[in-house]
């Protein structure tokens, strides 16, 4: 079931009201039964081995608290070698991408296996470094690591913050619906119009030059960033309806002023993973040896970072390019936040120069994400400064009719944008709360009026066949 | 320096030290409920440069566990003191 089918908006909206007649206490059973049917739509077998994995994690968990209760010293190992595994069955199946028959032993790679490997293990470290007790419910904890919402492409929430609001609160629907309308809007209206124009000139890349490949250059930030916080939130208004609050995954990324800024404000909850599972544990190990043992700590986790989208050069080229970053990034932040001080008048500009070079630095990584090969994208960069006469999209042969729709997909960014800015100060929210019923109802069916007609829109001038969410791959 | 930390004193003035020298801000006053999101610059890259200062500065060492579980600075100097030699 893809997020944006009508009938996994049909699936929600029975969800929504069978859990709303579900007595409180079996609320949690229900979430795993819906997630569990869910996912067997997609695989029966990749359910079962779902459960598996699930019960094996459990089990592993409670063993290893036991072992460190009595003092054993299998207590040292249990939590690791689960660790080791569980990244061994991760990475076989990515690996297995490479080979030409796709999958092992002609097994396809399951549903949201980046996710929910990644869940399972930050479970058994927390508990492993007392962060965490073990779980003892094995009917809360499987409805934590199968949670429909967020197998499909996160976003990636711990163990403790899930299962703490287990069994959950009765659901805030209207919020849940409105931030599903949200993510909708910014898929089919924002993304999936500025989609065929940057396909067109990636699949054309030797043949343009100039002024259509900066505009692939550009757009392609957007349309990942309108394509995947859409996809989050759809999977965070999706949670709200059983009254699961998930993390936020996006702050704003392109008002950065600097490239580790940047990482604090996108795809924040793989970002904080890796940074406490990953980055943490490396730093430590090396953290007598200096700046060469930072730099080493900052390139593993942005490889790994890279990697985690699938095993391509181009990944690695993405990791490595933002490992040189940040590196850059740490090693001469003190000394620019010196400068800074000492010479407030270059506060501004400098901060408006730091926005300018973030935001090239991360377009001109994600040339290496989205290209198909290095090929591509080498002669992406190469043909933006070519001084052959500018080429055009239409003379190239794209369609009139998408570039009509790429101009709203821009002004619709552009909204989303202005929206993020402004919205916290909206003073219209406020009118839900208010007692007089008169209020209350004609916001009520301003709003249902506002859907419907955007609903419309979207029909109207949304892509006609949606295309698959970019994130849903991994 | 906290009322709810008489005893932690001269910990919690070189640990204000430290943080003041790590995060480069004279004017950083510490809170034993203050955790990363309320200082600016604190993040998993400062954090383990804010370790290894304070590693230094009372010559103890700290495991990638405890530093992993730490969930304020109140907790963080409780872990400081539990490791510095008993004072006569």
Known sequence: ?474 | MPKDYPSMAPTWQRMQHVFRDTFDDETLDLHPETTAGGVEGWDSLTHIDLIVALEREFKIKFTTAEVTRLKNVGELAALIDKKLPVRP
């Open chain 1, 1 to 474: 079931m893809n997020f944006v089918a009508p009938i996994f908006l049909l699936f929600l909206a029975a969800c929504t009201v069978l859990n709303r007649m579900c007595p409180a206490r079996f609320r949690a059973a229900f979430l795993l039964a819906v997630s569990y049917a869910f996912y067997c739509t997609w695989s029966v077998g990749a359910a079962a081995v779902l459960a598996l994995l699930t019960f094996a994690a459990f089990r592993t968990a409670l063993a290893g608290e036991r072992a460190r209760a009595a003092g054993s010293s299998a207590a040292r190992w249990i939590g690791p070698a689960a660790v080791v595994l569980l990244a061994a069955y991760l990475a076989a199946f990515k690996i297995a991408l490479l080979t030409p028959a796709h999958g092992i032993a002609g097994l396809a790679m399951p549903l949201g296996i980046s996710y929910y490997t990644f869940r399972l293990i930050s479970y058994i470290l927390d508990v492993h470094w007392g962060k965490l007790p073990a779980e003892t419910s094995l009917l809360n904890f499987a409805a934590y690591v199968a949670f429909f919402p967020q197998i499909l492409a996160g976003p990636i929430q711990r163990p403790g913050d899930f299962l703490a609001q287990l069994p959950p609160k009765p659901a805030s629907a209207g919020a849940g619906w409105a931030r599903i309308g949200l993510g909708l809007a910014k898929k089919l209206f924002i993304a999936d119009n500025l989609g065929p124009a940057v396909n067109f000139v990636y699949a054309h890349v030797s043949s343009l030059h100039g002024a259509p490949l900066w505009l692939a250059f550009y757009l392609y930030p957007l349309q990942l960033y309108a394509d995947f916080s859409g996809l989050t939130d759809i999977a965070l208004g999706a949670g709200r309806l059983f009254g699961i609050e998930g993390p936020e995954n996006f702050n704003r990324p392109f008002t950065a002023s600097n490239i580790s800024d940047f990482w604090r404000r996108w795809h924040m909850s793989l970002t904080n993973w890796l940074g406490d599972y990953v980055f943490v544990p490396l730093r430590m190990a090396t953290r007598q040896a200096g700046n060469w043992g930072l730099a080493a700590s900052i390139t593993i986790n942005m490889v790994a970072i890279g990697l985690w989208h699938g095993l391509s050069a181009g990944y690695l080229v993405f990791g490595l390019l933002h490992s040189a970053f940040l590196v850059t990034d740490a090693l001469t932040g003190r000394r620019r936040c010196r400068f800074f001080k000492a010479h407030p008048a270059w506060d501004g500009p400098g901060r408006w120069l730091g926005w300018f070079l973030t935001f090239h630095a991360v377009a001109l990584a994600m040339v290496f994400f989205r290209a198909p090969a290095l090929g591509a994208a080498a002669a992406l960069l190469a043909g933006l400064w070519s001084a052959a006469p500018v080429s055009s999209l239409a003379a190239a042969g794209f369609e009139p009719r998408n570039l009509h729709l790429l101009a709203l997909g821009i002004a619709g960014y552009a909204l989303l944008e202005a929206g993020e800015r402004w919205r916290p100060d909206l003073p219209l929210a406020g009118l839900r709360h208010c007692g007089v019923r008169w209020v209350r109802w004609s916001f009520y069916s301003a709003a249902a009026l506002l859907t419907a007609f955007g609903l419309a829109l979207m029909l109207v001038y949304g892509t006609a066949a949606p295309a698959p969410f970019i994130y849903a791959i991994f």
